[in-house]
């Protein structure tokens, strides 16, 4: 099937496209106006479709029907054909070479900037559920991942700590064609350099005290996969020469052993460091830095793409629902977190929502129950206004069953027992307030009258204790 369509009801006009389309390496099919509609609706989207100005209002009709498809106006005095989202231009009869050029590219973009764009069938289902995001940025991460993951170059993913390059790495891995073979993640910068050796390409029996038997190492574990190679820039220079080496010939020798062994291995690495200083200051080897630079993907850091917080949120939240508890979030508190700087990017969030899953389970975040360093926003200072009626029956159910667990302790003393009724009877609201006149009183003379520490001996709210002294008349003399 041709990937252009010309439609032009002037038969030299559809062959002199053809002719410069054909010598441009395009497959291209002019049709007449006529089957201009049927074609268009019995054919998936075309590269590009040049259409002939000579019907204009069909232009129009079929630009409007046919939104999905990039459309060429040809013999047009109008340059500026761009009344329409899909119209990507004009060209002239004399159509030039740069010129046409220009055009199926602006087509290309057309196509492949478009929205809602299906990826591959095998990656619909199960493609990025980790790097969650509508932001620019991660869409540009997936677009990377995509185009090179069926292909067996080395990948260099760089990128602050915590913005999730194993993320990146597993995902070119599994969309790969060895996906179904083994994914073996190796730390460089958490294995001492004199066991790097041993741990990549393995050793024999006695190669060195301690090693009492055979033992494969990463490469030979990651056959037919992939090795993910993090924290490269921590790498010392000597086991980069031979990494250099593993990449350049494809071969390999156990630590003590003579025999080559041959791998078949994909390696992708990662990190956070910027290894082009590293080479000028002497401690990374450049001809190694162009053998896994071969394509280069930059995982974003979270402060550069504060849109896809929420979008995160919702994903870490369903993915650590703890025993049916979840969580969810105000506008403001929303808005707050969008604020926060995240230095330690998907990996400080993702901490975070764990921590308010478990202060917090099935509950509603507001600014005020965040950590102080997340509250960019002011918080909402409403403290609930109770009726007297119920703080003061709380108060007394609180003060018989203070007196129930005392009955209970062998220790007790009943001299002590202040409440004990006398044979004539008392007014018990009077009792009361009288009982609840002292003890104000006494925890304002204790705290030297400061209100907000004298509510907080009595255990109740600052407002309630304001509204108490102003009932019963309690004033500093």
Not at 10 to 35: D, M, V, Y
Not at 145 to 170: C, F, H
Request: hydrophobic fraction near 35%.
């Amino acid at each position: 099937m041709s990937n252009i369509l010309i439609i032009s009801g002037r038969p030299t006009l559809g062959h002199n496209l053809n002719t410069i389309l054909t010598f441009l390496g395009e497959s291209s099919n002019a049709i007449a106006f006529e089957q201009a509609v049927s074609t268009l609706k019995s054919h998936p989207v075309f590269d590009a479709v040049l259409i002939d100005a000579l019907n204009i209002e069909l232009a129009g009709e079929l630009c409007d029907k046919f939104p999905q498809q990039p459309f060429i106006l040809v013999d047009s005095k109008d340059p500026n054909f761009k009344s329409g989202a899909n119209r990507v231009g004009a060209v002239d009869e004399a159509v030039t070479y740069p010129l046409l050029t220009q055009m199926l590219h602006r087509c290309q973009e057309h196509r492949r900037m478009q929205p809602n764009r299906k990826t591959t069938p095998q990656n619909k289902t199960k493609l990025f559920r980790s790097l969650v995001g509508k932001s620019n940025q991660i869409q540009s991460v997936r677009h990377l991942i995509e185009q090179v993951a069926p292909t067996d170059a080395n990948v260099l993913i760089l990128g602050e700590s915590g913005t999730g390059k194993e993320v990146i790495a597993r995902n070119v891995h599994y969309l790969s064609k060895r996906g179904t073979n083994p994914f073996i993640p190796v730390n460089c910068g958490a294995i001492p350099g004199e066991l790097l050796e041993s741990e990549l390409f393995g050793h024999e029996k006695g190669a060195f005290t301690g090693a009492v038997s055979s033992r494969k190492g990463r490469f030979e574990l990651a056959e037919g996969g992939t090795l993910f190679l993090d924290e490269i820039g921590d790498m010392p220079l000597q086991m980069q020469v031979k990494l250099l080496r593993v990449l350049q010939e494809r071969t390999y020798e156990r630590v003590g052993g003579m025999k080559p062994i041959r791998c078949d291995v994909r390696v992708v690495a990662a990190t956070h460091r910027n290894l082009e200083e590293m080479i000028e200051q002497g401690r990374f080897r450049e001809d190694l830095y162009y053998r896994l630079n071969v394509f280069p993907i930059d995982s974003p850091a979270l402060r550069e793409r504060h849109e896809d917080i929420p979008l995160l949120l919702q994903e870490l939240v369903s993915r650590m629902e703890r025993e049916n508890a979840q969580i969810k979030f105000t506008e403001n508190a929303m808005k707050s977190l969008m604020e926060h700087s995240w230095a330690g990017n998907v990996r400080e969030l993702s901490n975070l929502v764990e921590r308010l899953m478990i202060l917090y389970p099935n509950q509603l975040i507001d600014v005020g129950d965040l950590p102080h360093k997340y509250q960019h926003l002011d918080a909402d200072d409403y403290e609930p206004d109770y009726p007297e009626e119920l703080l003061e029956r709380e108060a007394l159910n609180a003060l018989f069953s203070a007196d129930a667990e005392s009955d209970s302790d062998e220790s007790y003393d009943e001299s002590n027992n202040s409440a004990e009724l006398p044979p004539e009877g008392i007014n018990l609201k009077e009792y009361i307030s009288e009982m609840e006149v002292s003890l104000i009183s006494q925890a304002l003379e204790q705290q030297d009258w400061v209100v907000a520490r004298s509510a907080e001996v009595l255990g109740m709210r600052r407002t309630t204790l304001v509204e108490k002294m102003r009932k019963y008349d309690i004033s500093k003399a």
